[in-house]
């Protein structure tokens, strides 16, 4: 059921989630506009998902921040922000706001209290949804780009492809001068050993080794990752043979996809920085940990290589698909 775009001047999207999750609801947002380019669309989210609007402006025009909810675990919920929510939510005045959240057992009678015209999204049985014909149930199968486009199709919507987008700026590539690395384009590998869930995080020892071997490859490994996995790093770093350079905690967003860009590729676990390589259509290895590959591997398997370490967890089968990667 596809609302008729002369109605829909103003859209909101629900979707208050850490960045491979943002990167993976492109296709979908890509869609929306290309369904109302006449739309002003608004990104409710995360603090750190208003740098997306600069970055991609043809598609989201504006951001508002999400103060958390109960029962959601990305943010801690602050209850004398929420009435101020609210009334910004009121005051856009939405024609449509997609809840693209989850399923929405937690997030859908919230979403109707941002006072749209209507509402849509995902439903799971059992729980409240409007009964407009505007929401489906969740997919509980699929890549999570695919769930996502399910709504779209279920909205009458065509798609306009499964790729993901992160532009890299000029100015990314300038703070990433200014850190004046000892590596030239083309010439190192980034490692990012980090990941928020624990369970997805491959030991460090096997990172050791693969980054050992980068280094007997003639190419230099360069360990990525937040301030808040530098123990992470540090346990990869001490057991490496070879010398790395470590740029963990040194990269926001932009700069981070600056260096990933001028890589011979990336290694890293099942997470958002997974994303960001198939975002910019590099070349990457990317280890499973927790048999999650149908929802969060990378679609392009030509370019991307992934390792399924919950079906097969030999560690002389991934030193050995990585040295044929490093030879392509």
Partial sequence: MKINPSEVKRIGIFRALQIGDMLCSIPAVRALKSAYPDAKITLIG?????????????????????????????????????????????????????????????????IELFGAKYTAGFSKNGHYFPDNGLFREYPESGHEVERLLALIKHLDIPEQGTHLEFPVTSLDYENLANEKLPVSPGNYVCLHPGARGKNRRWPAENYAVLADLVAEKGLQPVITGTNEELDIIENVVKRMKSKAVIMAGKTNLGTAAALINNSYGLISNCTGVSHLASALRKKSIVISMANEIERWAPINKEVHKVINWAENPSLEAAFGETEKWLRE
């Fill in 46 to 110: 995360l603090p750190w998902s208003a740098t997306l609007i600069d970055r991609l402006p043809q598609y989201l025009d504006a951001f508002i921040h999400f103060p958390g909810y109960p029962g959601l675990p990305e943010q801690k919920f602050d209850p004398r922000e929420f009435p101020g929510f609210l009334e910004k939510m009121l005051n856009a005045r939405f024609d449509l706001v997609l809840q693209m959240q989850g399923n929405g057992s937690i997030v859908n009678p919230m």
